[in-house]
């Protein structure tokens, strides 16, 4: 019922563009898509799939062969472009095995190849214009923007057959592994023509997120047998728990900051991804670490629980600090409001069904009547900008990622496990599941020519 608000208020006010805005009812557009059209129908596509809203699954496969249309003559992200254009249309073709959404998603692939052309082949920020967003260090690609795209790309070359994709994606691997990593961490920034890290910021949340969640899908989605990626990811863990995750007096774990060997204890809405990643990789832990990982997994989700709980409205704010005498909870206006994120459900989604404990889903459950109760409006659902208020501040925006991530979570958190069983699926970094590649499946396609 959440997802058929979200869309056919979508539907009725901003059918065709990017976004919908719920209290004023009309299109929403942002900067990240350029002239891109249609980025709630292609986010959509999967999560209205997977709930059998077969109506509207293939009013939106008409809109994709109708309407949508590549044109990057303006400016684009290609991380946003990536994550939701091309994993929605990737996760649209393995669900519903139209040959539409297969051509949609490498013809823009293609679209994307020009950012590569650097020094080094770390890609652009930004397309068609190739540069890096104007306030990233020393003209620095972003670490959660080019490592994050592996997934996606080695699919391409999969359903492509064109190998291109998969060597643009392997060479950022080659050109981190070169580089010496301050304490074994990775800089958010790293200068795609020098080859050189910009400052020494490191962080699971914002700018750094993805990157680590790719090294572990990667290796899952290679049916285990990507061992660099696998080995990149557990060594990027055990830096990351020596330098960055600390506990707080009051006994919650938190992955604070890191500025150049200095900690900030700050933790993003963001980084609580990271509960459901540690979970999610931790039968693969080495040294015996396996329950050391889900119950790394279990004090995220915790946490972030936590920053949920202390707040009025019941929703997380963007940013929350363990310092000057507060835990868990925002302290700077700017950091207050909420936008319809999906991190702190999708850890919890990975913590049921990784340990079936009850308290996930009723943590996920409080968030349904949060969100029902702060974020419903009459033209959809709409972030909030102080969830410590007791009245609703609108923020007028629902995101495209709400119904590709954040609903899909919350309905596979009260589903089956063999609704898109883990051995199977890795879901990319907006929840559009791709599938494991086993590895015969080459020789498979092969037979069946
Ligand atoms: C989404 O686009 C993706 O989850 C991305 O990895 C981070 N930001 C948003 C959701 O918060």
Not at 3 to 11: I, L, P, S, T
Not at 155 to 184: C, Q, T, W, Y
Not at 334 to 351: D, F, G, Q
Not at 370 to 397: M, P, Q, T
Request: with cysteine.
């Amino acid at each position: 019922q959440m997802m058929k608000h979200a869309w056919d208020n979508y539907k009725r006010y901003a059918w065709g563009l990017n976004e919908l805005k719920p209290i004023s009812k009309q299109g929403h557009s942002s900067n990240l898509f350029g002239n891109i059209q249609g980025a709630t129908i292609v986010d959509a596509l999967d999560t209205l799939y997977i709930m059998e809203m077969k109506e509207e699954f293939k009013e939106a496969k008409e809109w994709v062969e109708k309407n949508l249309d590549f044109n990057v003559n303006a400016e684009i992200s290609v991380f946003e472009v990536n994550i939701r254009f091309v994993g929605g249309l990737l996760s649209a073709y393995y669900l519903s095995g139209e040959e539409i959404f297969r051509k949609k998603a490498v013809e823009l692939g293609e679209k994307l190849l020009p950012a590569f052309n650097t020094p080094t082949g770390i890609p652009w920020a930004l397309l068609n214009i190739k540069r890096n967003w104007p306030w990233a260090s020393g003209g620095s690609s972003i670490l959660a923007e080019f490592g994050t795209l592996h997934l996606e790309f080695v699919h391409l070359s999969h359903l492509s057959g064109n190998p291109v994709f998969a060597e643009k994606v392997m060479n950022i691997r080659k050109v981190l592994n070169r580089l010496d990593k301050p304490e074994g961490l990775y800089p958010n920034y790293l200068n795609p023509s020098s080859g050189q890290w910009g400052q020494h910021h490191v962080s699971i949340g914002g700018l750094g997120d993805s990157f680590y969640e790719y090294l572990l899908k990667a290796w899952l989605m290679s049916d285990k047998s990507d061992e660099e990626g696998k080995k990149m990811y557990y060594d990027a863990v055990q830096a990351i728990e020596t330098h960055l995750i600390r506990k707080s007096s009051g006994g919650l774990t938190y992955i604070a900051e890191w500025k150049g060997g200095l900690l900030e204890h700050k933790m993003g809405h963001l980084t609580c991804f990271a509960g459901g990643m540690f979970a999610l990789g931790a039968d693969g832990a080495p040294n015996d670490k396996t329950g050391h990982h889900i119950e790394l997994g279990a004090e995220i989700a915790r946490t972030c629980h936590e920053s949920y709980d202390r707040t009025s409205m019941k929703l997380g704010p963007e940013a929350f600090r363990f310092d000057g005498g507060v835990e868990a909870i925002a302290t700077r206006q700017n950091e207050k409001y909420y936008i319809l994120r999906p991190e702190v459900i999708e850890t919890y989604m990975y913590m049921w069904r990784l340990t079936h404990d009850p308290k996930y889903r009723q943590w996920g459950w409080e968030a349904v009547e949060a969100l029902e109760k702060h974020c419903r409006v009459d033209g959809g659902y709409s972030g909030i900008r102080d969830v410590y208020n007791n009245h609703e501040s609108h923020d007028d925006v629902q995101q495209s990622f709400f119904l590709s991530e954040t609903l899909k979570y919350l309905y596979l958190l009260f589903s089956e496990d063999d609704l898109l069983p883990f051995e199977h699926w890795v879901f990319n970094t907006e929840a559009h599941p791709l599938p494991v590649l086993h590895k015969d499946d080459g020789n498979k396609e092969e037979n069946q020519k």
